[in-house]
């Protein structure tokens, strides 16, 4: 079996490439630094030649050499704009870790790469199951598919994208805090609580008694609160993927 690529068809085939490589490497779960190097380029050439087909070269397409880094950059930002997701969910467990205390206790997270708490890694997981659960693996497909219609091959930098990030970053890590928000203020709660009773009782040491019971509650309130937790991820992955998609990916 033999194929006949012409010049027009490698070029395009070549800039795909370009842009299927940039959004593995950075997608959540596809640029996960635990997956070897040519596994992702394995399967940024698998999408390219699936994907090839739907792709049209722009009528006014740049030349070669200035396109593909851009085409490269296009599918780079698409995957760090659907990977802020996982990064507001990251932003929630830092925010009730440092309430609960755990941030005194802080060390190497294997998984990130960087100092973590305890409770970092229960989050990553958490983001990593909903987001499987939501077959959002299969849109990040979807949400690439339909980059090459709403930018077509060698069309230039689309100058909405890079607002479309910039907001969406802001919006995320608010989003981020939003969910930890009740978690945070319920441990507040008891932080007032404990320096009111040390106030009425000067007896009492204040580092032995709170540390202790915020950890007590912060455990027993994220129990009780998880499926809100749960539904305020989702909540944000949906807003991440219909941000960068225009609505056209259903999550």
């Known amino acids: 079996m033999t194929f006949t690529v ?3 068809q490698s070029a395009l085939l070549f ?9 593995v490497f950075t997608a959540p779960i596809f640029g996960h630094h635990s997956i070897p190097t040519l596994v992702k380029f394995g399967l940024a050439a698998a999408l390219t030649i699936a994907l090839s087909k739907g792709a049209g070269m722009n ?5 070669l ?3 593909a880094p851009i085409e490269l950059i296009i599918g780079t930002a698409l995957g760090f704009i659907l ?4 990064q507001a969910i990251e932003v929630s467990g830092r925010v009730i870790s440092i309430q609960l205390g755990l941030s005194l ?6 998984t990130e790469e960087e100092a973590a708490t305890a409770i970092d890694p229960f989050f990553s997981v958490l983001a990593g199951l909903l987001f499987l659960a939501m077959n959002l693996h299969l849109a990040i497909v979807s949400a690439l598919a339909n980059s090459f219609l709403v930018y077509p091959i ?5 100058a909405d994208l890079a607002l479309t990030g910039a907001q969406t970053v802001t919006l995320v890590l608010e989003l981020g805090v939003r969910v930890a928000l009740p978690i945070a203020l319920v441990l507040l709660l008891v932080e007032l609580s404990v320096a009111l009773l040390a106030r009425a009782i000067p007896q009492i040491n204040v580092f032995i008694l709170g540390l202790p019971l915020k950890m007590l509650v912060g455990i027993g309130v994220l129990a009780i609160a998880m499926p809100s937790l749960v539904n305020g991820a989702a909540s ?5 993927f219909n941000a960068a998609t225009g609505g056209a990916v259903s999550t």
């Not at 060698?154 to 689309?158: A, H, Q, R």
């Open 6 to 8: 012409s010049g027009g």
């Open 65 to 67: 050499l200035l396109a």
């Open 83 to 86: 990977s802020m997701g996982f």
């Open 105 to 110: 206790a802080s060390v190497f997270s294997p």
């Open 15 to 23: 800039l795909v490439m370009m842009r299927c490589t940039g959004l």
């Open 236 to 240: 944000i992955f949906r807003f991440i």
């Open 59 to 63: 009528a006014g397409a740049l030349p």
């Open 154 to 158: 060698g069309g230039g930098w689309p």
